[in-house]
């Protein structure tokens, strides 16, 4: 079993920054894609970001691509998303995910475990 836990979300003036982190609990993500999702009030939930193993391949929604940097400390077990110059639009509740190991990195399916979500507001 895996536990994710999601925190950094808050409140921001479009234009700001924030930075999330995604901490794993109950074993090592070991060599899983991480994968960050998005999902606003009424609507379904989104890809945002994906990471390989070794950080070195990143994978981005056209949305953020440009603003969003996703990153990962493997040793504190921990995925990060830093969010810069965001806009009204990227409010939603933020959350990180371990990828199953099989298929697409873009679907919310193909991924095994989920944080409960942090929420991120930005105002204009």
């Known amino acids: 079993q895996v536990q994710l836990v999601e925190s950094g979300g808050g409140l921001v003036q479009a234009g700001g920054s924030l930075r999330l982190s995604c901490a794993a609990s109950?074993?090592?993500?070991?060599?899983?894609?991480m994968g960050w999702f998005r999902q606003a009030p009424g609507k379904e939930r989104e890809f945002v970001a994906a990471?390989?193993?070794?950080?070195?391949?990143?994978y981005y929604a056209d949305s953020v691509k440009g603003r969003f940097t996703t990153s990962r400390d493997n040793a504190k077990n921990t995925v990060y998303l830093q969010m810069n110059s965001l806009k009204p639009e990227d409010t939603a509740v933020y959350y990180c995910?371990?990828?199953?190991?099989?298929?697409?990195?873009?679907?919310?399916?193909?991924?095994?475990?989920w944080g409960s979500g942090t929420q991120v507001i930005v105002s204009s």
């Open positions: 995910a371990l990828h199953s190991g099989i298929s697409s990195y873009y679907s919310v399916e193909y991924y095994d475990y």
């Open positions: 109950g074993r090592t993500l070991g060599s899983n894609v």
């Open positions: 990471i390989s193993w070794s950080g070195g391949i990143t």
